[in-house]
């Protein structure tokens, strides 16, 4: 059932007002932020390399953590957001993310950049990144709420896009240490305006007074819990997606510029392709949304396993003859998928198992896709280091995207509960 006040929201309601389309830059701004310094380590990976001997599974394992705190973290962000507000968490993640990079420039010890670069940037780019972006916008949003949330998972892409060839920038012109320094003084710089933001107006909920910022809740049908969920085919195939998704992704992704750089590209530019794929994949998150509504969720998925596919394999091609069409088959094909399961699996997850444990339910599938990015990210270093190339990591990545697209084909449980929604 509707609010009363979000019934002109498609016209001339909360959603046109100047203090949501602020919440709504807020948000895709510190996800710029938070997912930006978190994936520039990929350009750190070789003159961290070159300078201490490390072997490239301990530093693509230091990406692995990120990854694995930022997703297992996801829930305390979110507990942060509800009890105390945007203020708080937004200001400890950017506290976080300049703790992390300012100790990280300081690094003489691997243990000190996994302590620095994984644990305390992971927090950092969880507290800036969606868990809080969602729940933020999803006051302002309600018959936009798709676009806005595909708007704000865009400051994900852009942050790609524009950090990791400017930390590249950075490390070329002062070195590494100077590179992490300037992006450490760069997000402590933003908290302090960050504090000082009107956080009562534009936490609050349209229509409702001042001191009840907290969302009131729909009464509806009592539907499954977490419980009934781990007896559900359909859940754990959604694991399945998201988990090897993720390893497929991770064993390549931490390694892309480094991969490109020792296939003869300038840094600069295997920095830009790497961005460049990160900025396409938000085309493919909002292309995804409009194709699941005309085709399906079966259909959609396949197509965007079958980008990634390809691009995957413009990466193995780079590597055995090192031409520029083969890297261009990456960015665009690899880009363009990047995140294209997310809206499919969210959407699937929140309709098959809807009722008041949705959250719950949702976020133990959020952490699998955590997991499964840990895991390949630490496989694609060790990969590489005991084979001493990068084949093995691509022919994994593609293994892992043949188990992953599995649960869309015809007949298995997800597809079963996904049919049923619609059975027309």
Same mark, same amino acid.
């Given at each position: 059932?509707?609010?009363?006040?979000?019934?002109?929201?498609?016209?001339?309601?909360?959603?046109?007002?100047?203090?949501?389309?602020?919440?709504?830059?807020?948000?895709?701004?510190?996800?710029?932020?938070?997912?930006?310094?978190?994936?520039?380590?990929?350009?750190?990976?070789?003159?961290?390399?070159?300078?201490?001997?490390?072997?490239?599974?301990?530093?693509?394992?230091?990406?692995?953590?990120?990854?694995?705190?930022?997703?297992?973290?996801?829930?305390?962000?979110?507990?942060?957001?509800?009890?105390?507000?945007?203020?708080?968490?937004?200001?400890?993640?950017?506290?976080?993310? &300049?703790?992390?990079?300012?100790?990280?420039?300081?690094?003489?010890?691997?243990?000190?950049?996994?302590?620095?670069?994984?644990?305390?940037?992971?927090?950092?780019?969880?507290?800036?990144?969606?868990?809080?972006?969602?729940?933020?916008?999803?006051?302002?949003?309600?018959?936009?709420?798709?676009?806005?949330?595909?708007?704000?998972?865009?400051?994900?892409?852009?942050?790609?896009?524009?950090?990791?060839?400017?930390?590249?920038?950075?490390?070329?012109?002062?070195?590494?240490?100077?590179?992490?320094?300037?992006?450490?003084?760069?997000?402590?710089?933003?908290?302090?305006?960050?504090?000082?933001?009107?956080?009562?107006?534009?936490?609050?909920?349209?229509?409702?007074?001042?001191?009840?910022?907290?969302?009131?809740?729909?009464?509806?049908?009592?539907?499954?819990?977490?419980?009934?969920?781990?007896?559900?085919?359909?859940?754990?195939?959604?694991?399945?997606?998201?988990?090897?998704?993720?390893?497929?992704?991770?064993?390549?992704?931490?390694?892309?510029?480094?991969?490109?750089?020792?296939?003869?590209?300038?840094?600069?530019?295997?920095?830009?392709?790497?961005?460049?794929?990160?900025?396409?994949?938000?085309?493919?998150?909002?292309? &995804?949304?409009?194709?699941?509504?005309?085709?399906?969720?079966?259909?959609?998925?396949?197509?965007?396993?079958?980008?990634?596919?390809?691009?995957?394999?413009?990466?193995?091609?780079?590597?055995?003859?090192?031409?520029?069409?083969?890297?261009?088959?990456?960015?665009?094909?690899?880009?363009?998928?990047?995140? &294209?399961?997310?809206?499919?699996?969210?959407?699937?997850?929140?309709?098959?198992?809807?009722?008041?444990?949705?959250?719950?339910?949702?976020?133990?599938?959020?952490?699998?896709?955590?997991?499964?990015?840990?895991?390949?990210?630490?496989?694609?270093?060790?990969?590489?280091?005991?084979?001493?190339?990068?084949?093995?990591?691509?022919?994994?990545?593609?293994?892992?995207?043949?188990?992953?697209?599995?649960?869309?084909?015809?007949?298995?449980?997800?597809?079963?509960?996904?049919?049923?929604?619609?059975?027309?």
């Amino acid at each position: 059932m509707a609010h009363p006040h979000e019934a002109p929201a498609s016209k001339t309601g909360p959603e046109l007002t100047g203090a949501a389309l602020a919440v709504l830059v807020l948000a895709f701004s510190l996800n710029f932020i938070g997912r930006g310094i978190a994936d520039a380590f990929a350009a750190l990976i070789l003159p961290l390399e070159a300078e201490f001997g490390w072997r490239r599974s301990a530093l693509t394992g230091v990406f692995a953590t990120y990854m694995l705190v930022s997703g297992l973290a996801a829930p305390l962000s979110g507990w942060i957001f509800d009890r105390f507000g945007p203020r708080a968490v937004y200001a400890l993640g950017l506290m976080m993310l &300049a703790a992390g990079t300012l100790l990280s420039s300081r690094a003489d010890a691997i243990w000190q950049i996994y302590l620095s670069s994984g644990v305390l940037v992971g927090l950092g780019a969880s507290a800036t990144g969606m868990v809080t972006a969602a729940a933020l916008v999803s006051r302002w949003y309600k018959a936009r709420l798709s676009t806005a949330i595909a708007v704000t998972y865009a400051g994900s892409g852009f942050g790609m896009l524009v950090m990791l060839p400017l930390a590249q920038a950075l490390i070329e012109y002062a070195g590494w240490r100077s590179a992490w320094q300037m992006m450490g003084v760069a997000a402590a710089a933003l908290v302090l305006p960050c504090v000082a933001l009107p956080w009562a107006r534009l936490a609050r909920r349209p229509g409702t007074a001042a001191g009840t910022s907290k969302l009131s809740t729909d009464s509806g049908p009592a539907g499954p819990g977490l419980r009934e969920a781990l007896r559900h085919g359909a859940y754990w195939r959604l694991i399945q997606v998201f988990f090897f998704t993720a390893l497929a992704s991770y064993l390549v992704t931490p390694q892309v510029v480094a991969l490109l750089i020792e296939a003869g590209m300038q840094p600069i530019l295997a920095a830009s392709a790497y961005g460049m794929a990160g900025l396409l994949s938000t085309a493919g998150i909002v292309s &995804a949304g409009w194709f699941t509504d005309r085709l399906g969720h079966q259909r959609t998925a396949l197509i965007a396993f079958a980008s990634t596919t390809l691009g995957v394999l413009g990466l193995m091609l780079t590597v055995l003859t090192a031409s520029p069409l083969a890297v261009g088959l990456y960015v665009v094909c690899f880009g363009l998928a990047q995140g &294209a399961r997310g809206p499919i699996v969210s959407t699937l997850s929140n309709r098959i198992f809807a009722g008041p444990s949705v959250g719950t339910i949702y976020g133990t599938v959020y952490a699998s896709m955590a997991v499964g990015g840990a895991i390949g990210s630490f496989a694609g270093g060790w990969l590489h280091d005991v084979f001493e190339g990068y084949l093995p990591v691509l022919l994994l990545s593609l293994v892992s995207l043949t188990l992953a697209a599995e649960p869309f084909r015809s007949g298995t449980a997800l597809m079963r509960s996904a049919r049923a929604l619609h059975p027309h």
